[in-house]
Antibody, heavy 122, light 108 residues
Framework: EVELVESGGGLVQPGRSLRLSCAAS????????MQWVRQAPGKGLEWVSG????????GYADSVKGRFIISRDNAKNSLYLQMNSLRPEDTALYYC???????????????WGQGTTVTVSS | SSELTQDPAVSVALGQTVRITCQGD??????VSWYQQKPGQAPVLVIY???NRPSGIPDRFSGSSSGNTASLTITGAQAEDEADYYC???????????FGGGTKLTVL
């Protein structure tokens, strides 16, 4: 069974940094693109970032571009999101999700983790 | 604001058919996927690619598209289908992924 487990969330002050991790199991990790999606309290889903199987193609939402960095370590079956210059509007539940294909944004995301909560507040 | 437009709320009588729509400028060019999300749970993929259904998703769920509108149809809605539904595709630039604002489905 494919499983994704996020970690690294927490309470952080505005302007500070946080690094999220997503550990994958039950799949050949480097066969698939991965994505981060977030959901602010009581709001809808918002795409954050996607990374192809070999890190050769990366995309970011305009709301996080220049502040967040997505990366992956295929040897460790892990996905990361480095979040810098955090703002209160970044407060959300952050999900990692597996894409159907090696390149993100084509077919959909078929496996999701349970999410990790990030709260940005002073 | 989302570049994919969904009706905020839709209701359907138990056992009847309901269509949830998603409009976007580039939907002629890209596939649309659909997700079901129940309170306190992670989203679940219900339709992907060219209107395919993942294993384990009941066949009462189907997808279609016409022009710049994609649709998720539930034929014979059940009480357990009450949830938020989100569409997902590329934005007008083609360089980003975007979700619709979501449709809250109530089964009466």
């Amino acid at each position: 069974e494919v499983e994704l487990v996020e970690s690294g969330g927490g309470l952080v002050q505005p302007g500070r940094s946080l690094r999220l991790s997503c550990a994958a199991s039950g799949l050949t990790f480097d066969d698939y693109a991965m994505q981060w999606v977030r959901q602010a309290p009581g709001k809808g889903l918002e795409w954050v970032s996607g990374i192809s199987w070999n890190s050769g193609s990366i995309g970011y939402a305009d709301s996080v571009k220049g502040r967040f960095i997505i990366s992956r370590d295929n040897a460790k079956n892990s996905l990361y999101l480095q979040m810098n210059s955090l703002r209160p509007e970044d407060t959300a539940l952050y999900y990692c999700a597996k894409d159907f294909q090696p390149y993100w944004g084509s077919y959909g995301m078929d496996v999701w983790g349970q999410g990790t909560t990030v709260t940005v507040s002073s | 604001s989302s570049e994919l437009t969904q009706d905020p709320a839709v209701s359907v009588a138990l056992g009847q058919t309901v269509r949830i729509t998603c409009q976007g400028d580039r939907l002629r060019s890209y596939y649309v996927s659909w997700y079901q999300q129940k309170p306190g749970q992670a989203p679940v993929l219900v339709i992907y690619g060219k209107n395919n259904r993942p294993s384990g998703i009941p066949d009462r769920f189907s997808g279609s598209s016409s022009g710049n509108t994609a649709s998720l149809t539930i034929t014979g809605a059940q009480a357990e289908d009450e949830a938020d539904y989100y569409c997902n595709s590329r934005d007008s630039s083609g360089n980003h992924v975007v979700f619709g604002g979501g449709t809250k489905l109530t089964v009466l």
